[in-house]
Nanobody
């Protein structure tokens, strides 16, 4: 199983980024997909999740600013991040699981840095 995250980078506060996570080795359409983030010294946090049917849920800290979506034809999940804040700075990870929020498989992280 491979989950390849990309799209991180440096952005100014108020800006936008779109993260992508391409999956292989799993039956993508049968898996819920998640985005998490982690700041050094803190616990990994679930940011957003999307079910196989397209239902979504978000951490309170990102509601209204982040949007998770999936393209089953491309085996890819996305995280559109708008109105970014310095506190969104973290390493972002994608994961796949049998229900939203559950992580059975992990990808490597991609660093997002938001400057003030």
């Amino acid at each position: 199983v491979q989950l390849q995250a990309s799209g991180g980078g440096l952005v100014q506060a108020g800006g936008s980024l779109r993260l992508s996570c391409a999956a292989s080795g799993i039956i993508f359409r049968r898996n819920s997909m998640n985005w998490h983030r982690q700041v050094p010294g803190k616990q990994r946090e679930l940011v957003a999740a999307i079910s196989t049917g397209g239902s979504t849920n978000y951490a309170d800290s990102v509601k209204g600013r982040f949007t998770i979506s999936r393209d089953d034809a491309k085996n890819t999940v996305y995280l559109q991040m708008n109105s970014l804040k310095p506190e969104d700075t973290a390493v972002y990870f994608c994961s796949a699981g049998f229900r939203p929020g559950k992580a059975d498989y992990w990808g490597q992280g991609t660093l997002v840095t938001v400057s003030s």
